[in-house]
């Protein structure tokens, strides 16, 4: 495993997010007049905690600035950058060649926010405390069916999983399931919010969240093995960083950095007071370590 070292937080030398307004020239005057101070996000319901919380940050020193936070998943968020109808986006899983291409073309920016660990979590009430990837696979896939076939009780397993706009389902489906679909009877879900509610009152149930969605509730986190992972390992600070978690994602962040107003707003993310906020989301800041 590496060692991890936390390093000094880097100085911000914007001071929009600060005490100070930032600097006002002729030039950022054209950029909030083109967009009326609003930034329009879009993306990743998982990251819906930190940009939330970010965003009233951000505010209390950019009081004329209008933030429209619609989520609506990363798939949807990405979809909308390449339209022009959003003016930043957040998302949660990996982008496609293809996606890099368009951006790249854009001459937009992809700069990584935090970092994640999918965790797998069940009922408290669960007697299992882990699975392989393989069993895991097959549970979606429908080919296992009842909790006894992986070591638990004789009773049939209820699926949860996410909508099809939500980055989180697209690095589920093809880092555990590769590519194949869930099983016909599965429960789809919108938010993280619902995943963590009905496997809260199902003791039956099996989903997939977020890390940050696990804090302050009685969900199970699973720990996962696979064939070059034979030790099961949970989602915690040291297996994501280190890699020996097997589901570890990065939450990034899209946006055209020739727009002031949105250069401002990025600059609000990468400080001591964003990174502590990212962390009390349940998540790890980006910038906030280095990995020896």
Request: net charge positive.
């Amino acid at each position: 495993m590496k060692n991890i070292i936390l390093i000094a937080i880097l100085t911000i030398t914007l001071t929009n997010c600060g005490n100070k307004k930032a600097e006002i020239t002729d030039n950022t005057k054209e950029d909030v007049k083109a967009t009326s101070e609003l930034i329009r996000i879009k993306g990743s319901e998982t990251a819906r905690k930190i940009i939330i919380s970010i965003n009233d940050f951000y505010k209390k020193s950019n009081s004329n600035s209008q933030i429209d936070y619609s989520g609506g998943g990363s798939n949807l968020g990405i979809m909308s950058m390449m339209h022009g109808d959003a003016d930043l986006i957040v998302v949660s899983r990996e982008l496609s060649d293809e996606e890099k291409s368009v951006f790249s073309k854009k001459n937009l920016v992809i700069d990584t926010l935090a970092i994640d660990g999918l965790a797998i979590v069940v009922n408290h009430q669960n007697q299992i405390e882990n699975l392989s990837k393989q069993q895991l696979k097959e549970i979606y896939e429908g080919k296992i069916t009842n909790w006894k076939d992986v070591g638990g009780k004789n009773k049939l397993i209820k699926v949860f999983s996410r909508e099809s706009t939500s980055g989180t389902y697209t690095l589920f489906k093809d880092k555990v399931l590769h590519n194949a679909n869930c099983l016909a009877t599965h429960v789809s879900m919108n938010y993280n919010e619902d995943v963590v509610s009905g496997i809260q009152g199902d003791p039956n149930s099996i989903g997939y969240v977020g890390l940050g969605y696990t804090l302050g509730n009685k969900l199970k986190v699973l720990g996962l093995s696979d064939s070059t992972h034979l030790k099961p390992s949970k989602p915690e600070y040291a297996s994501i960083i280190s890699g020996d978690y097997l589901l570890k994602r990065y939450i990034t962040i899209i946006y055209d950095n020739s727009n002031q107003l949105l250069k401002n707003y990025v600059a609000c993310t990468h400080n001591e007071h964003t990174y502590k906020i990212i962390n009390e989301c349940g998540f790890i800041p980006f910038k906030s370590f280095k990995q020896q």
